[in-house]
């Protein structure tokens, strides 16, 4: 008898690790163990409570080339800051702090020494800008493509923390930053890898980035925002919190799902870049989508009490309001710029969906 | 110009590691993190101290397909079960318990849901045997071949803890178990894998392993060992400890290097398992080879002061001493059953040099 086999992209990614998810909280544990558990495998972070005030936050991301990178365009440096980046940003939304790092690496033939000196070079200088140290990890061959992954642990005290599940009707929506930017870059770079491609004289390619830098660097090399985490984190009219990884739409439904609520986009509040625009336009797309739909922001999106709206001005004037959250839930919608209400359906980048 | 190119292997794995552990040592962090760091990268798990009184334990190891696993022969629930007990094995190495585990897994499209939920199986199995909670982690597609990677924290008294580093001159080298059936099971499962390629009728074909069940288990299935750990931390007489992933040899390197002394391992009291024995004569190897060079084997290696040679036997019956540690900094040498001294120099296994 053959084995069932049911094909990953069936159930999706979101599938699997519901699934999985699931198998793991039927562990049967000891006290001990799970009293330290505050927060298991129901986020992108752990929460974890080593002792009475503290808690621990564990976080770690892969990142695949062929999947989540390209070496075509990605430096080994941007590549290793990004992998920090992509983790610590998930500490900052808990509104904690980075503690350490352990980096487990898989490298092909094709890497050499200098390649991965660059790629550490990469991890460390966002370690540097973020004070996070690395203790350890794991290096091995890969016979197939790159692979590198981080772990980070963070810390945050009990009445800093910030999680998906506050948000409460009313509140304000709020996000740092210009999004889009990030999956505009994505779209310049792999415009740009397709001209190299076609090119008869590759040796003499010269690739034109130089009008996108801000969207290419946003790709590339995203930071993580811990000077605004850090204050919202200390503000008790902060909420909810996420970090933008997948997308606004799909993280702001991972916010309404935790806190059993809706929410209300405003378009004329999304006040889009220009350059989001100008690069939208250029491949005939809806700048739009890319402010909503667009991942690997690593912006912040949270949730405030209404009545602390000047104090935010105050505290986190670059923070925009972009919409409202409502009692309806899971009805994510637009209010669109002529009043009409769309309603959001799409949950942003699966990674085993096929599109 | 073109950019200079080393190839690792020419450095080899514990080359390129010592060059990104100086690399990380050198990160300039505050006192609040580094006084919490006892033991960063220079070990296969790092020591934190979050709370006083209690030490906290990461470690993280990947296995690849191709490299670490082959799934011609290696079942998704068995790979599950090592990915943990390998991680596992490092924190009762350090006289630790596990607390929780993050889980991240790369996933080709030739792997189904079903082989994820018997991937599953495994860890979740190991999880509940040992007692640890999984509570994140990241899944994601792979264009290239299987990986699954898991970081597990522990936890461990600092009057229990154990390092590599307490050997002294005198000390008698105790191990655990059998040594030599994982490398033995190895090629075991490497024969029948060539017989099943070579013959005609594949979907006839019956593998014989019966009678070499306790090797090939060891191989695919081995055992955190802390039925033995969690007796040998609270004994003060215990000075040095490791687990063997690298192989006796290897590892008995590696408490030497970091204690600064040498060892002398005497071949009679190695006692070779007879199927060891066995195995190696049908491959014309040598079964002496095999306990001291073969590798994950997950055993505990540890060194005790002789004095305490008698509680040993009443405490951990089941442990041998096979040698004892000496002044000869970095001089680890072999006993043979004639008397003669034969030096041991092989460093065990490197992912990265070629054979």
């Given amino acids: 008898m053959k084995p069932k086999h049911t094909s990953i ?23 001990k163990i799970t009293d330290q558990i505050i927060l298991g495998i129901d986020d992108d972070t752990a929460i974890t409570r080593p002792s009475p005030g ?18 075509t365009y990605t430096s080994m440096k941007h590549l290793g800051w990004k992998l920090m980046v992509v983790n610590l940003s998930d500490i900052a939304a808990m509104g904690g702090v980075p503690v350490y790092a352990l980096i487990t690496i898989a490298l092909p ?21 973020y004070g996070c140290a690395i ?13 590198v992954s981080a772990m980070i642990t963070g810390e ?11 948000a409460k009707p009313e509140d304000l929506i709020c996000v740092s930053g210009n999004l889009g930017l990030s999956h505009a870059g994505l779209q310049i770079l792999l415009r740009e890898k397709k001209r190299f491609l076609d090119s008869q004289q590759q040796s003499e390619f010269k690739s034109e980035l130089s009008e996108y830098t801000t969207a290419v660097t946003k790709h590339l090399a995203p930071k993580a925002r811990f000077d605004i985490s850090m204050t919202a984190a200390q503000q008790e009219w902060v909420h909810a919190m996420i970090d933008i990884s997948d997308g606004l739409a799909s993280d702001l ?13 405003f378009e004329e509040k999304l006040s889009i870049d220009p350059l989001v625009e100008k690069i939208a336009n250029q491949f005939g797309e809806s700048a739009l989508d890319y402010v909503l739909f667009g991942g690997e922001e ?12 000047s104090k935010l001005s105050k505290q986190m004037p670059d923070i925009r309001i972009i919409g409202q959250i409502t009692e309806e839930k899971d009805d994510i919608a637009l209010i669109q710029s002529d009043g009409s209400k769309r309603t959001i359906v799409s949950g942003g980048y699966d990674h085993f969906k096929k599109e």
Avoid: W
């Avoid at 503290?54 to 070496?71: N, Y």
């Avoid at 059993?260 to 986009?265: S, Y």
């Fill in 9 to 31: 992209s069936k159930i999706g990614e979101f599938g699997l690790i519901e699934r999985l998810k699931n198998k793991c909280n039927e562990l049967r544990l000891s006290e």
């Fill in 54 to 71: 503290m808690l621990q936050l564990s976080t770690s991301d892969l990142l695949i080339e062929g999947v989540h990178f390209d070496l």
């Fill in 109 to 129: 033939a094709k890497i050499s020494v200098e390649m991965v000196d660059d790629l550490y070079e990469g991890i460390l200088h966002a370690a540097q800008t």
């Fill in 135 to 147: 203790i350890g990890g794991d290096t091995n061959t890969s016979i197939g493509n790159t692979m």
């Fill in 156 to 166: 945050v005290p009990d009445r800093f923390l910030k999680r998906r599940n506050g």
């Fill in 253 to 265: 439904r991972h916010i309404c799902k935790q806190s059993g609520t809706g929410a209300l986009l």
């Fill in 298 to 309: 690593y912006e912040l999106l949270f949730t405030i009490d209404p009545e602390f709206e």
